[in-house]
């Protein structure tokens, strides 16, 4: 049985583990993962998303928070001798791994995520005897650190990307040590060639990933094996899950669905036109062709621009092929839904599902003498809910599971 068959029972038994690696003196990691469950208080929430679900511009990297049993100063600062980093370099830095799964009949676990962070801020300790530790995600390692030195040949995206995540200091690899390995462009799809690569003494190698993410419409994440990858946005060719709700009988993936708690149409995220500076004052645009009244998108809401993005190192037509792929993309209005689901952990950003979710049938706008007609149609019964989906094709674009409550949260996004 696959994970997706326990998910769907009445009850499930999920298991959750937290393990550390420690910085050594010589400034490398332990090689083993240090177990901490019975420690752990709160596993917190795990956050994913493509990072830009406003603006594309606008990239942000998800933490979270941990809390953790420390009445014995366990995790406390390494010049503590009952600390856990006593005779280590530091705490700050530490590597920490959460595992969450169930279990199978037979006590086995079958892995559902794996999140990877790194301890930045300064942790928080109460007269309780727990400590409170803001972790990031892996991903923010790049944010630490310049991306000068960086070879600015021409080359593809894809290539650019690699360069940028084995960036060297002194001949030795300063990102190895945080992931497993790295999955470039993995699909191997042709990407778009930079002719003349630019990178300025105020960019960190993660501003230089969210440029070509930008460029190609892919994102940066951490797989479950704490490998970086880096792949299209677009949405997987088969049908990873179905969120059934009210009014759907599918036995196969059973009701996941708490509950719809948005649909919107997308406006916000709809832009018609994209303008891309690549030189002082020298403009490209790609935009939608329409005529008053011929009842488009534009007609209705008008032309939406996205705020204009600045890409130096594009030539004139390297440009253009952004803004056009830009404008293909996001000028489609498609809708968006924010659903409450069960503990649903082995999902990720892309993913393509589907949604089935409609209202209870019922009595609809009865009269007095029991039956009506309206327009020569019966209206005796209908859906009470004001949502009716049926086998509606969607791809994940945010979530969060809730490790401690075992449930999840969904934004999907119409395909």
Request: contains cysteine.
């Given at each position: 049985m696959t994970i997706k068959d326990y998910l769907c029972r009445g009850a499930i038994w999920a298991y959750r583990k937290m393990y550390i690696k420690r910085l050594q003196l010589d400034g490398t990691y332990e090689s083993e993962w240090l177990e901490i469950t019975e420690y752990v208080k709160s596993f917190g929430v795990i956050m994913k998303s493509f990072g830009d679900q406003v603006l594309l511009s606008n990239y942000q990297i998800d933490d979270m928070t941990i809390v953790l049993e420390n009445s014995r100063r366990t995790f406390n600062k390494e010049t503590d001798y009952?600390?856990?980093?006593?005779?280590?370099?530091?705490?700050?830095?530490?590597?920490?791994?959460?595992e969450s799964g169930v279990y199978d009949d037979d006590d086995t676990e079958i892995p559902g995520v794996v999140w990877y962070g790194v301890l930045f801020s300064d942790p928080v300790t109460n007269d309780q005897g727990q400590i409170s530790i803001q972790l990031a995600s892996t991903l923010k390692m790049f944010q630490y650190y310049k991306a000068?030195?960086?070879?600015?040949?021409?080359?593809?995206?894809?290539?650019?990307?690699?360069?940028?995540?084995?960036?060297?200091?002194?001949?030795?690899?300063?990102?190895?040590?945080?992931?497993?390995?790295?999955l470039i462009n993995p699909s191997s799809a042709t990407c778009m060639t930079i002719s003349s690569p630019l990178i300025t003494a105020d960019q960190s190698v993660w501003d230089k990933i969210v440029q070509y993410s930008i460029y190609q419409d892919y994102f940066a994440y951490v797989d479950n094996n704490g490998y970086f990858v880096w792949d299209s946005k677009s949405p997987t060719d088969d049908v990873q899950w179905v969120f059934n709700g009210a009014?759907?009988?599918?036995?196969?993936?059973?009701?996941?669905?708490?509950?719809v708690d948005r649909e919107t149409e997308g406006i916000p995220n709809t832009f018609t036109r994209c303008v891309i500076e690549y030189a002082q004052d020298q403009f490209v645009e790609s935009a939608l062709d329409w005529t008053p009244g011929d009842g488009s998108f534009i007609d209705i809401y008008g032309e939406k621009t996205l705020p204009a993005m600045r890409?130096?190192?594009?030539?004139?037509?390297?440009?253009?092929?952004?803004?056009?792929?830009?404008?293909?993309i996001y000028a489609g209005n498609k809708r968006e839904w924010d659903i409450s689901a069960g503990y649903i952990p082995h999902l990720?950003?892309?993913?393509?599902?589907?949604?089935?979710f409609v209202g209870e049938l019922s009595v609809k706008n009865p009269f007095i003498i029991g039956v009506s007609k309206l327009g020569g149609t019966d209206q005796l019964a209908g859906y009470t809910n004001s949502i009716n989906l049926s086998n509606q094709a969607a791809k994940i674009v945010a979530q969060r599971i809730d490790l401690d409550g075992l449930k999840s949260w969904f934004l999907l996004k119409e395909i």
């Amino acid at each position: 049985m696959t994970i997706k068959d326990y998910l769907c029972r009445g009850a499930i038994w999920a298991y959750r583990k937290m393990y550390i690696k420690r910085l050594q003196l010589d400034g490398t990691y332990e090689s083993e993962w240090l177990e901490i469950t019975e420690y752990v208080k709160s596993f917190g929430v795990i956050m994913k998303s493509f990072g830009d679900q406003v603006l594309l511009s606008n990239y942000q990297i998800d933490d979270m928070t941990i809390v953790l049993e420390n009445s014995r100063r366990t995790f406390n600062k390494e010049t503590d001798y009952n600390s856990i980093f006593f005779g280590y370099k530091t705490r700050y830095r530490t590597k920490f791994k959460i595992e969450s799964g169930v279990y199978d009949d037979d006590d086995t676990e079958i892995p559902g995520v794996v999140w990877y962070g790194v301890l930045f801020s300064d942790p928080v300790t109460n007269d309780q005897g727990q400590i409170s530790i803001q972790l990031a995600s892996t991903l923010k390692m790049f944010q630490y650190y310049k991306a000068t030195g960086i070879s600015t040949l021409s080359g593809t995206t894809a290539e650019l990307v690699d360069r940028l995540a084995n960036k060297t200091q002194n001949g030795i690899s300063i990102f190895n040590q945080f992931f497993e390995g790295f999955l470039i462009n993995p699909s191997s799809a042709t990407c778009m060639t930079i002719s003349s690569p630019l990178i300025t003494a105020d960019q960190s190698v993660w501003d230089k990933i969210v440029q070509y993410s930008i460029y190609q419409d892919y994102f940066a994440y951490v797989d479950n094996n704490g490998y970086f990858v880096w792949d299209s946005k677009s949405p997987t060719d088969d049908v990873q899950w179905v969120f059934n709700g009210a009014g759907s009988n599918d036995a196969d993936y059973a009701v996941t669905i708490m509950s719809v708690d948005r649909e919107t149409e997308g406006i916000p995220n709809t832009f018609t036109r994209c303008v891309i500076e690549y030189a002082q004052d020298q403009f490209v645009e790609s935009a939608l062709d329409w005529t008053p009244g011929d009842g488009s998108f534009i007609d209705i809401y008008g032309e939406k621009t996205l705020p204009a993005m600045r890409f130096f190192e594009l030539t004139q037509s390297e440009a253009q092929e952004v803004a056009d792929r830009i404008t293909d993309i996001y000028a489609g209005n498609k809708r968006e839904w924010d659903i409450s689901a069960g503990y649903i952990p082995h999902l990720i950003q892309k993913d393509k599902v589907t949604i089935n979710f409609v209202g209870e049938l019922s009595v609809k706008n009865p009269f007095i003498i029991g039956v009506s007609k309206l327009g020569g149609t019966d209206q005796l019964a209908g859906y009470t809910n004001s949502i009716n989906l049926s086998n509606q094709a969607a791809k994940i674009v945010a979530q969060r599971i809730d490790l401690d409550g075992l449930k999840s949260w969904f934004l999907l996004k119409e395909i």
